[in-house]
T-cell receptor, first 110, second 117 residues
Framework: DAKTTQPPSMDCAEGRAANLPCNHS???????VYWYRQIHSQGPQYIIH???NNETNEMASLIITEDRKSSTLILPHATLRDTAVYYC???????????FGQGTTLQVKP | GAVVSQHPSWVICKSGTSVKIECRSL??????MFWYRQFPKQSLMLMAT?????????EQGVEKDKFLINHASLTLSTLTVTSAHPEDSSFYIC?????????????FGPGTRLTVT
């Protein structure tokens, strides 16, 4: 399973876009990039996933570089409720396992 | 999205007793369920993968005789912590994945906090 690297913490002003980077330089061809977030003492919440193309849904956008070695999760208008730990995961295409790294703690400030 | 529930949401038990945690997929059939453990201020650690009707596959370092997993139906998996000790105190989280076109998504339960005294 490819290892992902994320900054341990980030701050973002309320109403501004939050851009969370992730490195996955050893990702293999059948591994999808998944993003989840976890608010304190709750189960992780699915945000978005992608393979090669950029993706957008009602929560966020996912930008994947052409070489697939890194990606960026974009929360277009961060709110205080977006304060959470964000996990970037390279999901094993065969087993479907999600192996969580340490994630990025995003603090949205008023 | 699909809903996964866990019961109980929290439990306190005495050292040496066993505790069973249930994980249910409420509105879809889960062919595969995963069990995770999370210690304070740490990330989630995958413990095991269970497929309906077959034996669970445990991650390296996880004692299968201590953490008994049963996935007897497409909507229910159970994790039993046998002979619990204080070091087993943790946040246990399950996730479920369905079959078919939505099988790429895993849905997580709200977690069960276990405290062993």
């Amino acid at each position: 399973d490819a290892k992902t690297t994320q900054p341990p913490s980030m701050d973002c002003a309320e109403g501004r876009a939050a851009n969370l980077p992730c490195n996955h330089s050893t990702i293999s061809g059948n591994e999808y990039v998944y993003w989840y977030r976890q608010i304190h003492s709750q189960g992780p919440q699915y945000i978005i996933h992608g393979l090669k193309n950029n993706e957008t849904n009602e929560m966020a956008s996912l930008i994947i570089t052409e070489d697939r070695k890194s990606s960026t999760l974009i929360l277009p208008h961060a709110t205080l409720r977006d304060t959470a730990v964000y996990y970037c995961i390279a999901r094993n295409g065969n087993t479907g396992k999600l192996i969580f790294g340490q994630g990025t703690t995003l603090q949205v400030k008023p | 999205g699909a809903v996964v529930s866990q019961h109980p949401s929290w439990v306190i038990c005495k050292s040496g007793t066993s505790v069973k945690i249930e994980c249910r997929s409420l509105d879809f059939q889960a062919t595969t369920m995963f069990w995770y453990r999370q210690f304070p201020k740490q990330s989630l650690m995958l413990m095991a993968t269970s497929n309906e009707g077959s034996k669970a596959t445990y991650e390296q370092g996880v004692e299968k005789d201590k953490f008994l997993i049963n996935h007897a139906s497409l909507t229910l998996s159970t994790l039993t912590v046998t002979s619990a000790h204080p070091e087993d105190s943790s946040f246990y989280i399950c996730s479920a994945r369905g079959a078919g076109s939505n099988s790429y998504e895993q849905y997580f339960g709200p977690g069960t906090r276990l405290t062993v005294t």
